[in-house]
């Protein structure tokens, strides 16, 4: 019987502790030990999930998790799409990450767009051996001769960069003032820093902050006249189109987008944010720490949002339009009530289809909460969920606003773990990565890349929530599960039943 | 609003709607420091020009969309081909990530590898930790009979010495002292994928030949009249294993596939996962030195295995990656040549269908020019194949080709009249390709799926025959190697030049008499 269907939550408890420990038997004692603080059951009334995070991972286990170098270029720097990211090193990191996070952009890519190009150093032995400076000073001018119309560059250092010892921002700096005072930006992202994706983004951050925002002099001519319902989105990378279906409504409401970060995102709108009336996160993880250092030096205040299924929306948006005057809080009002009718007819299409199954997530470093409202909109419920690269502060938020009491929590699953995981609690669908989705395809259990969505979308805001519940009636609902087993294998033929 | 709940838009057609179009043009006119478009017409115009490629070509240290990915991908194929391996990789864990995304989007298949998780204090005291501590975590928990391990270029820049480090391992635990763990020295910095396929195909024979390490004694080669095989770095390695075991079945040949990963990327949805599918036997393996002869199917995947195959007592051939009649011909014939064994009629009538459809659709080929990218045999196979076919490989280009690979090729152009133009392009990359596309236009262009921004660009249509593709399912599943391969090939071919044909004279009232039913 699956855990799902468990109706005390005492039971459920007892029987998730009961997996935790029987996963756990496998390992070393050593590794046991520190494996067993990263998986708990949610206590209800706790702070946090009771479970440590952002700690290393163990050597030798399936850690789902990326790097520093996948955090900054793959997330944060890589969607800027007026800018050309050097993968500084050898080839491979550029090429695994090309194209592979569907961060939309409108623009002629290899004219004055970039995003889905894949521009390296392609480090040789000899430049491990000499220094990979000289290199990079060339690689610059080279880009400047082919690509006139570039905004700015930036240097994404993989992890000989950092080993060897190159001087990345001697180079970027001379390379600025050569170029007119061109935007030229090293980022130390290199893979072996931190233990995860996550450092990658604070680097990154740190980057925008000293490269970017600190080049702005205060004389410097604004692009536009400012108004007072001006925004900017932060940390939305439009996977899918995530940030134009939230940009939507944000504009529907009277508020003014001025810059988007970091998909579809321009070095113009990086530029601009410092004047923005009020930062909007939606992904805290990756973006918090520049949004905290904009509410610092220039008194920007922020606000998380959560765009997945109509209950966030409509919280959020009335969220973001607490910081405002009365015509926006209307225009909030006016929002949720002119898409009504949409959710409505959604949810009136895909409840029936969805009600009462069962998810399991494992995702990066905020839809393992974000999408759990979205979910319970269309009547499923989370029944296990963990960070790849989440912190103690994630815990807190999903213990806080997202969780029920007897969750299976699991930070930076191990895929031993999370094989198990499912195969005991035989969730309808399951919700993390790429590497993670044949495994329990095999296993016969649907799938949805929450990530990306699985080359769909988008998934955030009204527009967005009615392809997320198409999405889910089609992954669960799909006739081929069905299937996975051989009708000879499932029903004993009566002959054999009788010699029993 | 566009969106509806009957009729629910994706993204395809959700953003082409008039709110979202507006939305997205005030954006770029009002934030985003858009240039003029007329200056972007004119650089993009000035991005065609012979002027251009110049400058282009005389890149010295920039590469742009290279055709080519780092070693540790190569070695991780290789190594996921024995009996319940498990690949672990030295060094630092997101390399680890995105090998195993790569090749689950090219195969849409899981792919096990753990990493031994090294970050910054292992960058200053060296992984031998990590690999004491991984090497027991990935033994008790995913029960290997086998870890295959290689490195990143952290490992590689730091000298993390695996010998040292396994034996220490060894000595403190981590696995039975009897257990097999080969390995390989695979920096990121040196060759590419196909390198790293080589070295842990080579490591993985090395240790099992060469006494384990120092552990065992050399193993004695007492030869008998067995085959092996090596298929190489391969996009199509589920076809392809399976289609070259079935010839070496219609011959009647013994044989061993050493790195058999075709059934690991090929697993059933049946309820169960697969950790660990098929695979070279380690007793195979083993037992593999016996042989009478090592054919590879790509010279340039197995340049330092094949010289030590050969050093202990075999004959070695290699093949660069046969495509078509003369190329299958030649493989069958060396097959024949070295077991005695000879070719069977049915392979004989296979021969004669390919021929049969060559024959059938040369009229449509004949005479087009092709640009071919991507590993050295690939593109070598291709071209012999196009010019079999009468159509000129007219730029072939493989950005980890070298010197060597380029006076091959130059040489297969000079031996036909439809090589007299064509050109080999060892080193450059995909945008080296888009001028040469600019100014030396060709009718198809084959590649893998990074090839579409190029098709995009230049309006060269794309066939996809590569590694990876990404954009399209399960070719993989479909053989490109013996006579069938070959179908598979020229059917690949001949549909997108009758796309194009059908493309270019469908407009109604205008070229209605070329649009025809019978092609």
Same mark, same amino acid.
């Given at each position: 019987?699956?855990?799902?269907?468990?109706?005390?939550?005492?039971?459920?408890?007892?029987?998730?502790?009961?997996?935790?420990?029987?996963?756990?038997?496998?390992?070393?004692?050593?590794?046991?030990?520190?494996?067993?603080?990263?998986?708990?059951?949610?206590?209800?009334?706790?702070?946090?999930?009771?479970?440590?995070?952002?700690?290393?991972?163990?050597?030798?286990?399936?850690?789902?998790?990326?790097?520093?170098?996948?955090?900054?270029?793959?997330?944060?720097?890589?969607?800027?799409?007026?800018?050309?990211?050097?993968?500084?090193?050898?080839?491979?990191?550029?090429?695994?990450?090309?194209?592979?996070?569907?961060?939309?952009?409108?623009?002629?890519?290899?004219?004055?767009?970039?995003?889905?190009?894949?521009?390296?150093?392609?480090?040789?032995?000899?430049?491990?051996?000499?220094?990979?400076?000289?290199?990079?000073?060339?690689?610059?001018?080279?880009?400047?001769?082919?690509?006139?119309?570039?905004?700015?560059?930036?240097?994404?250092?993989?992890?000989?960069?950092?080993?060897?010892?190159?001087?990345?921002?001697?180079?970027?700096?001379?390379?600025?003032?050569?170029?007119?005072?061109?935007?030229?930006?090293?980022?130390?992202?290199?893979?072996?820093?931190?233990?995860?994706?996550?450092?990658?983004?604070?680097?990154?951050?740190?980057?925008?902050?000293?490269?970017?925002?600190?080049?702005?002099?205060?004389?410097?001519?604004?692009?536009?006249?400012?108004?007072?319902?001006?925004?900017?989105?932060?940390?939305?990378?439009?996977?899918?189109?995530?940030?134009?279906?939230?940009?939507?409504?944000?504009?529907?409401?009277?508020?003014?987008?001025?810059?988007?970060?970091?998909?579809?995102?321009?070095?113009?709108?990086?530029?601009?944010?410092?004047?923005?009336?009020?930062?909007?996160?939606?992904?805290?993880?990756?973006?918090?720490?520049?949004?905290?250092?904009?509410?610092?030096?220039?008194?920007?205040?922020?606000?998380?949002?959560?765009?997945?299924?109509?209950?966030?929306?409509?919280?959020?948006?009335?969220?973001?339009?607490?910081?405002?005057?009365?015509?926006?809080?209307?225009?909030?009002?006016?929002?949720?009530?002119?898409?009504?009718?949409?959710?409505?007819?959604?949810?009136?299409?895909?409840?029936?289809?969805?009600?009462?199954?069962?998810?399991?997530?494992?995702?990066?470093?905020?839809?393992?909460?974000?999408?759990?409202?979205?979910?319970?909109?269309?009547?499923?419920?989370?029944?296990?969920?963990?960070?790849?690269?989440?912190?103690?502060?994630?815990?807190?938020?999903?213990?806080?606003?997202?969780?029920?009491?007897?969750?299976?929590?699991?930070?930076?699953?191990?895929?031993?773990?999370?094989?198990?995981?499912?195969?005991?609690?035989?969730?309808?669908?399951?919700?993390?990565?790429?590497?993670?989705?044949?495994?329990?395809?095999?296993?016969?259990?649907?799938?949805?890349?929450?990530?990306?969505?699985?080359?769909?979308?988008?998934?955030?805001?009204?527009?967005?929530?009615?392809?997320?519940?198409?999405?889910?009636?089609?992954?669960?609902?799909?006739?081929?599960?069905?299937?996975?087993?051989?009708?000879?294998?499932?029903?004993?033929?009566?002959?054999?039943?009788?010699?029993? | 609003?566009?969106?509806?709940?009957?009729?629910?838009?994706?993204?395809?057609?959700?953003?082409?709607?008039?709110?979202?179009?507006?939305?997205?043009?005030?954006?770029?006119?009002?934030?985003?420091?858009?240039?003029?478009?007329?200056?972007?017409?004119?650089?993009?115009?000035?991005?065609?020009?012979?002027?251009?490629?110049?400058?282009?070509?005389?890149?010295?240290?920039?590469?742009?969309?290279?055709?080519?990915?780092?070693?540790?991908?190569?070695?991780?194929?290789?190594?996921?081909?024995?009996?319940?391996?498990?690949?672990?990789?030295?060094?630092?864990?997101?390399?680890?990530?995105?090998?195993?995304?790569?090749?689950?989007?090219?195969?849409?298949?899981?792919?096990?590898?753990?990493?031994?998780?090294?970050?910054?204090?292992?960058?200053?005291?060296?992984?031998?930790?990590?690999?004491?501590?991984?090497?027991?975590?990935?033994?008790?928990?995913?029960?290997?009979?086998?870890?295959?391990?290689?490195?990143?270029?952290?490992?590689?820049?730091?000298?993390?010495?695996?010998?040292?480090?396994?034996?220490?391992?060894?000595?403190?635990?981590?696995?039975?002292?009897?257990?097999?763990?080969?390995?390989?020295?695979?920096?990121?910095?040196?060759? &590419?994928? !196909? $390198? =790293?396929?080589?070295?842990?195909?080579?490591?993985?024979? *090395?240790?099992?030949?060469?006494?384990? %390490?120092? #552990?065992?004694?050399?193993?004695?080669?007492?030869?008998?009249?067995?085959?092996?095989?090596?298929?190489?770095?391969?996009?199509?390695?589920?076809?392809?294993?399976?289609?070259?075991?079935?010839?070496?079945?219609?011959?009647?040949?013994?044989?061993?596939?050493?790195?058999?990963?075709?059934?690991?990327?090929?697993?059933?949805?049946?309820?169960?996962?697969?950790?660990?599918?098929?695979?070279?036997?380690?007793?195979?393996?083993?037992?593999?030195?016996?042989?009478?002869?090592?054919?590879?199917?790509?010279?340039?995947?197995?340049?330092?295995?094949?010289?030590?195959?050969?050093?202990?007592?075999?004959?070695?051939?290699?093949?660069?990656?046969?495509?078509?009649?003369?190329?299958?011909?030649?493989?069958?014939?060396?097959? &024949?040549? !070295? $077991? =005695?064994?000879?070719?069977?009629?049915?392979?004989?009538? *296979?021969?004669?269908?390919?021929?049969? %459809?060559? #024959?059938?659709?040369?009229?449509?080929?004949?005479?087009?020019?092709?640009?071919?990218?991507?590993?050295?045999?690939?593109?070598?196979?291709?071209?012999?194949?196009?010019?079999?076919?009468?159509?000129?490989?007219?730029?072939?280009?493989?950005?980890?080709?070298?010197?060597?690979?380029?006076?091959?090729?130059?040489?297969?152009?000079?031996?036909?009249?439809?090589?007299?133009?064509?050109?080999?392009?060892?080193?450059?990359?995909?945008?080296?390709?888009?001028?040469?596309?600019?100014?030396?236009?060709?009718?198809?262009?084959?590649?893998?799926?990074?090839?579409?921004?190029?098709?995009?660009?230049?309006?060269?249509?794309?066939?996809?025959?590569?590694?990876?593709?990404?954009?399209?399912?399960?070719?993989?599943?479909?053989?490109?190697?013996?006579?069938?391969?070959?179908?598979?090939?020229?059917?690949?071919?001949?549909?997108?030049?009758?796309?194009?044909?059908?493309?270019?004279?469908?407009?109604?009232?205008?070229?209605?008499?070329?649009?025809?039913?019978?092609?």
């Amino acid at each position: 019987m699956s855990l799902a269907s468990t109706q005390s939550v005492a039971e459920i408890k007892a029987r998730n502790k009961e997996l935790i420990d029987e996963v756990l038997e496998v390992y070393p004692e050593k590794t046991a030990k520190r494996r067993a603080k990263h998986l708990n059951v949610h206590e209800a009334g706790k702070p946090d999930c009771g479970v440590k995070s952002n700690l290393k991972s163990i050597p030798g286990v399936m850690t789902i998790r990326g790097c520093a170098y996948a955090g900054s270029k793959g997330v944060v720097w890589g969607p800027i799409k007026d800018m050309i990211h050097i993968s500084h090193g050898p080839v491979g990191c550029g090429q695994y990450s090309w194209g592979s996070r569907r961060n939309y952009y409108v623009g002629t890519t290899g004219i004055d767009a970039f995003g889905t190009m894949q521009f390296t150093s392609d480090f040789q032995e000899k430049d491990i051996v000499f220094g990979g400076d000289k290199k990079l000073a060339k690689v610059i001018d080279e880009i400047e001769t082919l690509f006139p119309l570039n905004r700015g560059i930036t240097v994404q250092s993989e992890c000989p960069i950092g080993l060897i010892g190159d001087d990345i921002e001697a180079v970027s700096r001379a390379k600025s003032k050569e170029y007119d005072g061109k935007t030229i930006v090293p980022v130390r992202c290199e893979g072996f820093r931190g233990v995860s994706q996550s450092l990658g983004h604070h680097i990154a951050n740190d980057a925008v902050r000293d490269w970017v925002f600190d080049k702005i002099t205060s004389e410097a001519e604004l692009r536009f006249e400012p108004t007072p319902y001006d925004v900017a989105i932060i940390g939305d990378y439009n996977i899918g189109g995530d940030a134009w279906s939230s940009r939507i409504l944000l504009e529907e409401m009277g508020l003014r987008v001025i810059a988007q970060w970091s998909g579809d995102g321009s070095l113009a709108e990086l530029e601009a944010t410092p004047k923005a009336k009020l930062n909007i996160l939606h992904c805290y993880r990756s973006m918090n720490y520049i949004s905290r250092h904009m509410e610092e030096k220039f008194g920007i205040p922020w606000c998380e949002y959560n765009f997945f299924g109509p209950s966030k929306i409509a919280e959020s948006l009335r969220k973001i339009a607490s910081f405002f005057d009365d015509k926006i809080k209307d225009g909030a009002e006016r929002v949720i009530v002119k898409y009504k009718p949409l959710m409505d007819a959604v949810t009136a299409k895909y409840r029936p289809r969805l009600e009462g199954k069962s998810v399991m997530l494992f995702v990066g470093g905020l839809r393992p909460r974000h999408v759990i409202g979205a979910y319970e909109d269309l009547g499923m419920e989370v029944i296990g969920t963990g960070y790849e690269f989440g912190h103690n502060d994630d815990y807190q938020r999903t213990a806080r606003h997202y969780v029920k009491d007897g969750t299976l929590i699991y930070d930076d699953v191990t895929g031993y773990e999370f094989e198990r995981f499912v195969e005991k609690m035989q969730p309808d669908i399951v919700g993390s990565g790429i590497k993670e989705k044949y495994v329990f395809q095999k296993m016969g259990v649907p799938f949805r890349q929450m990530h990306s969505w699985d080359y769909s979308g988008p998934y955030h805001g009204y527009d967005g929530f009615a392809i997320f519940a198409r999405d889910m009636d089609m992954a669960i609902n799909s006739p081929i599960w069905k299937k996975t087993r051989a009708p000879w294998k499932d029903t004993p033929r009566p002959s054999l039943m009788a010699a029993e | 609003m566009p969106q509806n709940a009957e009729n629910v838009l994706d993204h395809f057609e959700l953003f082409r709607g008039p709110e979202y179009q507006q939305m997205l043009a005030n954006k770029r006119a009002l934030f985003e420091n858009a240039h003029d478009p007329a200056e972007i017409e004119r650089i993009r115009e000035w991005a065609k020009t012979p002027e251009y490629r110049e400058k282009n070509f005389a890149r010295e240290e920039l590469t742009i969309n290279p055709a080519k990915a780092c070693q540790p991908l190569g070695a991780v194929f290789a190594s996921v081909g024995f009996e319940r391996t498990l690949p672990f990789v030295h060094g630092s864990q997101g390399c680890v990530a995105y090998y195993r995304s790569h090749l689950s989007r090219h195969f849409k298949e899981p792919t096990s590898c753990v990493s031994s998780s090294m970050t910054e204090d292992a960058a200053v005291f060296g992984g031998l930790n990590n690999m004491i501590d991984g090497l027991a975590n990935s033994y008790n928990m995913y029960k290997p009979k086998m870890i295959a391990v290689s490195t990143t270029c952290m490992a590689e820049v730091i000298g993390d010495d695996l010998n040292a480090f396994i034996k220490t391992s060894k000595e403190k635990g981590s696995v039975p002292a009897e257990f097999d763990v080969p390995f390989a020295h695979t920096p990121a910095f040196v060759g &590419s994928h !196909i $390198t =790293g396929y080589d070295n842990a195909l080579k490591g993985i024979i *090395e240790h099992f030949w060469d006494g384990k %390490a120092r #552990a065992e004694p050399k193993l004695e080669r007492e030869p008998n009249e067995k085959i092996n095989f090596i298929g190489g770095f391969d996009g199509y390695t589920v076809g392809n294993i399976r289609e070259v075991k079935r010839i070496f079945e219609l011959m009647g040949i013994g044989y061993t596939i050493l790195a058999d990963n075709s059934d690991v990327f090929d697993t059933p949805t049946d309820g169960e996962f697969r950790m660990y599918d098929g695979g070279t036997t380690l007793e195979d393996t083993a037992n593999a030195i016996h042989a009478k002869a090592t054919i590879s199917m790509q010279q340039y995947c197995t340049e330092r295995t094949l010289p030590f195959i050969a050093s202990h007592g075999q004959q070695v051939v290699a093949f660069n990656h046969p495509v078509g009649v003369s190329a299958t011909d030649d493989f069958l014939m060396t097959l &024949s040549r !070295i $077991t =005695g064994k000879a070719i069977p009629k049915l392979l004989e009538r *296979e021969r004669g269908r390919l021929v049969d %459809a060559m #024959a059938d659709s040369s009229a449509h080929i004949h005479g087009k020019k092709f640009a071919i990218y991507g590993d050295p045999d690939l593109c070598y196979g291709l071209a012999a194949f196009l010019l079999e076919l009468g159509s000129e490989p007219t730029h072939v280009l493989s950005t980890n080709g070298n010197k060597g690979w380029e006076d091959k090729m130059q040489a297969l152009f000079a031996s036909s009249q439809f090589g007299k133009d064509c050109h080999a392009y060892p080193g450059k990359d995909l945008w080296h390709m888009r001028s040469l596309l600019f100014t030396e236009p060709v009718d198809f262009l084959i590649g893998n799926t990074y090839g579409k921004y190029l098709e995009r660009d230049t309006g060269t249509p794309l066939i996809r025959i590569g590694f990876p593709v990404f954009d399209r399912h399960h070719h993989h599943r479909y053989p490109v190697w013996g006579y069938q391969g070959g179908m598979n090939v020229l059917v690949k071919i001949l549909d997108k030049i009758f796309e194009e044909i059908d493309r270019n004279t469908n407009v109604v009232g205008k070229t209605d008499y070329s649009f025809d039913i019978i092609r």
